[in-house]
């Protein structure tokens, strides 16, 4: 008997489904555009379990298969948790479409503690399934009034889905009517995006191959003449003149992808610019506080407060070398706590005492230049006090804090950090931002400092991530604008 609230699994591990090999939340499944055995897309004619409502078939076959292999315990607990939408309901009479939708977040939070306690501890092989896109708050509701189908007495599905996006529903034809609310064009299409993006994930983990890979690493050799970011409006003027190779590429993957979704192309396109964001947001800012940076033969920069998103783009810093040719040596220092257990693809010598292997490509070897990375696990403050006595490492061209929403959680550590760099920092410190209320938030912060000196004002970051990383139900912390990785950047250096 297993014990209760844990989850019974009878994995056959020699032909295990295809939707566990998924990882992560996949709002796609139960948003019904997934067959939740075999991971088969389809925007319509899947079956849905007729007990819980919460997942679709594509076939007799898969929903036999799934039943005792998982969906026996889990419609069980969907059904419970169906129970809790009648019992708290997002919708009642007077609640009208335009009521205060600070009210409606609270229920819903409510909602999901209660599901969270129902279902007790997770198993691992139920939160690689679909109840975490529950908890994640990523279901079928509607996307005015937050109501979902499962809160009338008789289960009914919500009447309108969005053309566009098909990723947001309304309750009825008065909630359909003032649609523009709560998912103008921006909403829908960043909706859309993450939809699409979740298809190419599951494509790529059911098909068991590597993480598109060659998207990930910098995607073209030097170039032969340096041609400033600033000359480029964008990502799509990136592609086209800077890296063609990388262009083609993409066309060849999602040539191979053309069957997911009918925006495989962009969500390709969304996916590899995210990889490529720090490392082009850095390179700009390198080049607007550097007039020399063309001749330049060694860079320094610090990644404070770097963690796992830092860790996975490593080798996409070696752009930086690819775009300067004059440059001679880059190094990159991943210092923060977070970085500890992440492991970064080439060897990185922490001690700092002699430098570490080159990580660089064949190519730029075969050039004599040099890619080296270093990785401390201390604090920043803790890390330049060592460091400074040692080998003079604490004096880079550029500190980087990426996303540092500092502003939110200004804890003890990281103004002691912030409070070094301000004070005793040669170099300058660029921050980026998701979203624009923490921009705000920041440079009203540095402008209240008269130690501050700010060199690049709040602005929206060209070279920021295009990937959406916000759901629904969070823009409401955004005022319903995006979030992504370094969205915004402001540069600033202390008062010397
Ligand atoms: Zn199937
Ligand atoms: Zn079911
Ligand atoms: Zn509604
Ligand atoms: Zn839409
Ligand atoms: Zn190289």
């Not at 109840?131 to 309108?160: Q, R, V």
């Not at 599951?202 to 600033?230: D, E, F, Y």
């Amino acid at each position: 008997m297993p014990a209760p609230g844990t989850i019974e699994v009878h994995m056959d591990l020699r032909n295990p489904p295809p939707m566990y090999f998924v990882q992560g939340p996949v709002s796609i499944v139960t948003a019904g555009q997934l067959c939740a055995y075999c991971a088969k897309p389809s925007m319509t004619g899947l079956q849905k379990c007729s007990g819980c409502h919460r997942v679709k078939y594509c076939s007799k076959e898969c929903q036999k298969k799934d039943w005792p292999y998982i969906h026996k315990t889990m419609c069980k607990q969907w059904k419970q948790i169906n129970e809790l939408n009648k019992a708290i309901p997002m919708f009642w009479p007077g609640f009208g479409p335009n009521d205060d939708r600070t009210q409606r977040q609270n229920a819903y939070k409510i909602r999901r503690e209660q599901a969270r306690r129902t279902c007790g501890p997770l198993s691992k092989a139920f939160e690689l399934s679909l109840l975490i896109a529950l908890l994640n708050s990523d279901e079928i509701k509607c996307a005015n009034c937050w109501k979902t189908p499962f809160e009338t007495e008789k289960y009914a599905g919500l009447k309108h889905t969005c053309s566009e996006c098909r990723f947001a529903w309304w309750c009825s034809d008065e909630c359909y009517s003032v649609k523009e609310t709560f998912h103008p064009a921006d909403v829908c299409q960043g909706i859309g995006q993450r939809a699409a993006l979740q298809h190419l994930d599951v494509a790529v983990s059911v098909g068991r191959r590597k993480m598109l890979t060659s998207l990930q690493v910098p995607t073209l050799q030097t170039v032969k003449k340096h041609t400033p970011l600033s000359s480029l409006s964008g990502w799509d003027e990136y592609a086209a003149i800077l890296d063609p190779s990388f262009s083609t590429r993409i066309a060849s993957l999602a040539q191979t992808y053309a069957q997911i979704h009918g925006d495989v192309d962009k969500a390709l396109r969304t996916m590899a610019f995210d990889h490529k964001a720090i490392p082009m947001t850095i390179l700009a800012t390198l080049e607007e506080l550097y007039p020399d940076i063309a001749t330049r033969q060694k860079l320094k920069v610090h990644l404070i407060g770097a963690g796992p998103r830092e860790a996975t783009i490593d080798e996409e810093m070696e752009s930086i070398l690819h775009f300067l040719p004059a440059l001679k040596e880059l190094h990159v220092a991943y210092i923060g706590p977070r970085i500890e257990n992440v492991m970064l693809s080439a060897v990185i010598d922490s001690a700092c005492t002699r430098p570490p292997k080159d990580a660089a490509c064949h190519h730029c070897q075969a050039q004599g230049r040099g890619f080296f990375r270093y990785r401390h696990t201390e604090f920043y403050h803790d890390y330049v006090n060592e460091a400074a006595a040692s080998n003079g490492a604490a004096s880079p061209d550029l500190c980087v804090l990426i996303n540092s929403g500092f502003s939110e959680e200004a804890t003890a550590t990281w103004l002691t950090t912030l409070d070094w760099l301000i004070a005793k920092g040669k170099a300058p410190i660029l921050c980026t931002q998701f979203t624009i209320t923490e921009a705000k938030k920041e440079q009203a912060y540095f402008d209240g400092r008269e130690d501050v000196q700010v060199l690049t004002r709040m602005e929206k970051n060209k070279w920021g991530s295009p990937r959406d990383i916000l759901r629904q139900d969070e823009r409401v912390i955004t005022d319903g604008t995006a979030g992504r990785n370094s969205h915004y950047r402001l540069v600033v250096q202390g008062k010397k």
